[in-house]
């Protein structure tokens, strides 16, 4: 299993405080000030200069695919410090932040985690390795129930910290393209473990700077595939990855979507693969293909019978999240388009016409909606090339 050092398995809470201010901040507080100069100085119109700036900003990236003042990147992380503190009961009791399988009728999450030890061939004492683990949930189940070793990869302290200190796992908080590039990384991780899982996390990978840039995409899910392909033992009897990855599908588009499309990257950050595109078709070079299952239904469905579930999510406000709402007006430059968010229902939108019907309807929804959930299990190849 891999060895971390004190400093870098107990030093969550820094890295917490170290993310209240990140770079997005400092633009941000800039855009405050120069629109406090202007006003005082020239006119009061000069006190809308940071909404001139965001809307310029917007203007560049979804014209250009460039964003000039903010980091994408830096906004996931953000995203689910919003989620941890304002969405009720994240993890825990049969929850989590990707979904669960409706069986009969009824949400599982043990179904689900069932499902996936059969597909990684997963056994007492093996190693799994978890990136963007979010709470921990299938960690700790792998480790109670299977009794595997586990490690966790994640770009997110508040996650990280309730991982470590509610469930006592092993959680790395690092983004993974960072491990490409640093060899002290590399030797912690590469060739320890026996399976790898990639939960609902890949929509992340590729920013929407880049939702134009096909090569660059290309580039992105290879590295996810290379660094996976290296994490493995020589000698597991595994060598799987299984990953969750909402997709795009090729249906025409229309101005809802794009507007839809605007409030979901805001809020989220990322951009989707089309479904004939991302590690399916990236994987290959490390990776033969064992099985696609096509699973919108029940993501879909998690929503629809989960009123605490992030894509339709009832929120219940309370003096601390008000307090932590009005710190955000001052750290966070898109505050208001997560607000705005919650009036538009944009996660529900891409499922097409019905969203919130009760049946499932496989053939119905691939019908009509923009988006596809799939389950991807992939086998290490016998033979990989040299790289």
């Known amino acids: 299993m891999p060895?971390?050092?004190?400093?870098?398995?107990?030093?969550?809470?820094?890295?917490?405080?170290?993310?209240?201010?990140?770079?997005?901040?400092?633009?941000?507080?800039?855009?405050?000030?120069?629109?406090?100069?202007?006003?005082?100085?020239?006119?009061?119109?000069?006190?809308?200069?940071?909404?001139?700036?965001?809307?310029?900003?917007?203007?560049a990236l979804f014209c250009f695919g460039k964003s000039v003042l903010f980091d994408s990147q830096l906004r996931i992380r953000r995203t689910y410090q919003w989620i941890h503190t304002f969405y009720d009961n994240t993890t825990g009791s049969g929850r989590d932040l990707g979904f669960n399988l409706m069986i009969d009728g009824a949400l599982s999450q043990r179904s689900k985690f069932e499902h996936m030890v059969k597909e990684l061939g997963?056994?007492?004492?093996?190693?799994?390795?978890?990136?963007?683990?979010?709470?921990?949930?299938?960690?700790?189940?792998?480790?109670?129930?299977?009794?595997?070793?586990?490690?966790g990869i994640n770009l997110t302290p508040e996650q990280a910290i309730y991982a470590k200190e509610k469930y006592g796992l092993d959680v790395h908080i690092i983004n993974w393209k960072d491990i490409l590039n640093d060899s002290n990384l590399q030797n912690k991780l590469y060739g320890k473990f026996d399976a790898v899982t990639f939960m609902d996390t890949v929509e992340h990978y590729v920013s929407m700077e880049d939702r134009n840039n096909t090569e660059k995409?290309?580039?992105?899910?290879?590295?996810?595939?290379?660094?996976?392909?290296?994490?493995?033992?020589?000698?597991?009897?595994s060598k799987r990855v299984f990953i969750s990855c909402l997709h795009q599908t090729r249906k025409p588009r229309t101005w809802k979507f794009f507007f839809h499309s605007y409030f979901m990257d805001k809020f989220y950050?990322?951009?989707?693969?089309f479904i004939d595109e991302g590690p399916l078709k990236e994987c290959h070079t490390w990776f033969d293909v064992v099985k696609v299952e096509d699973k919108t239904e029940d993501y879909r469905l998690t929503g629809v019978s989960d009123q605490k579930h992030f894509q339709a999510v009832k929120i219940t406000l309370t003096p601390k999240k008000i307090a932590y709402l009005c710190c955000l007006f001052i750290l966070d430059p898109h505050?208001?388009?997560?607000?705005?968010?919650?009036?538009q229902d944009s996660w529900m939108f891409f499922y097409g016409d019905n969203p919130y019907s009760k049946d499932y309807d496989s053939n119905y929804r691939k019908s009509t909606s923009y988006v596809a959930l799939f389950w991807i299990t992939l086998q290490l190849k016998s033979q990989l090339p040299e790289l």
Not at 124 to 150: A, F, N, Q
Not at 335 to 343: A, D, F, K
């Open 335 to 343: 505050v208001i388009h997560r607000l705005l968010y919650y009036t």
């Open 217 to 237: 995409q290309n580039q992105i899910y290879s590295a996810m595939c290379l660094m996976a392909s290296k994490l493995f033992k020589k000698n597991s009897m």
């Open 122 to 151: 997963l056994t007492k004492g093996m190693v799994i390795c978890d990136v963007g683990c979010g709470y921990g949930d299938w960690l700790k189940y792998c480790r109670d129930e299977v009794g595997c070793e586990t490690v």
């Open 269 to 273: 950050s990322g951009h989707y693969p």
């Open 3 to 59: 060895e971390f050092s004190e400093k870098e398995t107990t030093n969550t809470q820094a890295e917490s405080l170290k993310n209240i201010v990140d770079r997005n901040t400092l633009v941000w507080w800039s855009l405050i000030l120069g629109s406090a100069l202007l006003a005082v100085n020239f006119s009061a119109w000069g006190s809308l200069f940071w909404l001139f700036a965001l809307i310029l900003d917007d203007i």
